[in-house]
């Protein structure tokens, strides 16, 4: 999977529209091996990101689970802490 693609569901909050539509962009960039189409690819790749954020949109209001929201901030801490052993870095909070 793209790394820039993040887990969505079941977050408290949900995901929002924009990282929604984020993921789905993602998703389009690395199906079609490119960042920007080109001119004459550019309708096709915007029909393709809204029918990517749709389908995700329905699929994420569609799951269920017995398990707790996670917290976006604590999973934020642990992809930190993940970066930082895996980078040698010191893990630092956002500003």
Known sequence: MCRNIRVLHNFAPPATDDE???AA?????KVSGAT???AANE???DEAVRAV???????LESLVTKA???DREVE???ARARAA??????ASAPS
Do not use: C, D
């Open 20 to 22: 929604i539509e984020a």
């Open 25 to 29: 962009l993602q998703y389009v960039r």
């Open 36 to 38: 920007r189409p080109s």
């Open 43 to 45: 309708e096709a790749f």
């Open 53 to 59: 954020t749709a389908a995700t949109r329905t699929l």
């Open 68 to 70: 707790p929201a996670r």
């Open 76 to 78: 934020a801490a642990k």
């Open 85 to 90: 052993e895996r980078y040698g870095r010191p």
